[in-house]
């Protein structure tokens, strides 16, 4: 089960110069940051398929979101199909391919921040 909203990880963020964000508060510390702006626009979207609550659907996802979620799942002993079906349970967007997005963002902002605190 997801321990809460998908919008619970929500930071808001503006570009500060190349390479670094804002938050309220200050710089967001490098660490917590997911990938550089030049990676995240060389990576292509791909429209894939995969059942929701026994309902074939499609969805939008670059590779490294894709390759995140199945790693969530499969960390959680769920099936692709599951988690998806939890996300899109719970999302609070009007597209699953933003809400699955916000939720990998979300579980990889989750463990730096554990990770920093360590």
């Known amino acids: ?7 619970r990880f929500h930071i ?15 710089l967001l510390p490098r660490e917590l940051q997911v990938c550089s702006k030049e990676d995240a626009v060389k990576s292509p979207i791909i429209k ?3 059942v929701i609550n026994g309902h074939k659907t499609s969805i ?5 979101f894709w390759s995140a979620l199945k790693e969530i799942a499969q960390a959680r002993g769920a099936t692709l199909s ?6 899109n349970t719970t999302r609070h967007q009007g597209n699953l391919s933003s809400a699955i997005r916000l939720f990998v963002l979300g579980h990889v ?3 730096k921040t554990r990770a920093a605190f360590e």
């Open 109 to 111: 902002r989750d463990q």
């Open 60 to 64: 939008t996802l670059e590779d490294e």
């Open 82 to 87: 599951q988690t998806v079906t939890e996300i």
């Open 48 to 50: 894939r398929s995969i």
């Open 12 to 26: 808001p963020l503006v570009f500060a110069r190349p390479g670094q964000f804002l938050r309220r508060g200050g």
């Open 1 to 7: 089960m997801l321990r809460g909203p998908v919008t």
